[in-house]
């Protein structure tokens, strides 16, 4: 079993930045890809950032390339997403997902991918 614990939401205004931070704990060794989604009210559960849990490349969804940074920090079990200049239309609860099967065809931003999800965590954004 992995456990994924998000923290770091919050009200910001436009143009403000966070930091969401993501603990793993359990069978970490066990994890080979890791992601952040988020879902707004009323709609479908999005992807937004992620990439293999042991580094490389890590892929964005378009609405936040330039302006959302994740990166790991494997020593201590976490992944960060820094957002910058944040809009009204990042209100959502952001979600970690992880998923512990390796894969050859591993799809970052498909939801169906990932066996283990954090309880997210609300970001807000005022206009």
């Known amino acids: 079993q992995v456990h994924l614990v998000e923290s770091g939401g919050g009200l910001v205004q436009t143009g403000g930045s966070l930091r969401l931070s993501c603990a793993a704990s359990?069978?970490?060794?066990?994890?080979?890809?890791i992601a952040w989604f988020r879902q707004a009210p009323g709609k479908e559960r999005e992807f937004v950032a992620g990439?293999?849990?042991?580094?490389?490349?890590?892929y964005y969804a378009d609405s936040v390339k330039g302006r959302f940074t994740m990166s790991r920090d494997n020593a201590n079990n976490t992944v960060y997403l820094q957002m910058n200049s944040l809009k009204p239309e990042d209100t959502a609860v952001y979600y970690c997902?992880?998923?512990?099967?390796?894969?050859?065809?591993?799809?970052?931003?498909?939801?169906?991918?990932?066996?283990?999800w954090g309880q997210g965590t609300q970001v807000t954004v005022s206009s």
């Open positions: 997902a992880a998923r512990e099967r390796r894969s050859t065809s591993y799809n970052v931003g498909t939801r169906n991918e990932y066996n283990y």
């Open positions: 359990g069978r970490t060794f066990s994890i080979f890809g």
């Open positions: 990439g293999l849990w042991s580094g490389g490349s890590t």
